[in-house]
């Protein structure tokens, strides 16, 4: 049984008026899982840089990686 004033302390929260919004932020944190394709991509990137001579190629690459990441922390927020 509980007591009425015994109980857990509780924070209390500021009431929030309309003008006062919550500021969600845009990124998060990146998971770890993520890095194992990124690092593939650029390490991809690099291959192709050097022995392949293809520098659009590895830019594409190197862009489809970051795009990957910024999506993964996007998701994250």
Same mark, same amino acid.
């Given at each position: 049984?509980?007591?009425?004033?015994?109980?857990?302390?509780?924070?209390?929260?500021?009431?929030?008026?309309?003008? @006062?919004? !919550?500021?969600? !932020?845009?990124?998060?944190?990146?998971?770890?899982? @993520?890095?194992?394709? @990124?690092?593939?991509?650029?390490?991809?990137?690099?291959? =192709?840089?050097?022995?392949?001579?293809? =520098?659009?190629?590895?830019?594409?690459?190197?862009?489809?990686? @970051? =795009? =990957?990441?910024?999506?993964?922390?996007?998701?994250? !927020?």
């Amino acid at each position: 049984m509980t007591t009425p004033g015994r109980g857990t302390p509780q924070r209390r929260q500021p009431t929030s008026s309309g003008a @006062v919004a !919550r500021k969600q !932020r845009t990124f998060g944190p990146p998971d770890m899982f @993520v890095w194992a394709p @990124v690092l593939t991509l650029f390490l991809t990137a690099g291959i =192709i840089g050097t022995i392949g001579q293809s =520098i659009g190629f590895a830019a594409a690459f190197v862009g489809v990686a @970051v =795009i =990957i990441l910024v999506a993964d922390m996007w998701f994250n !927020r």
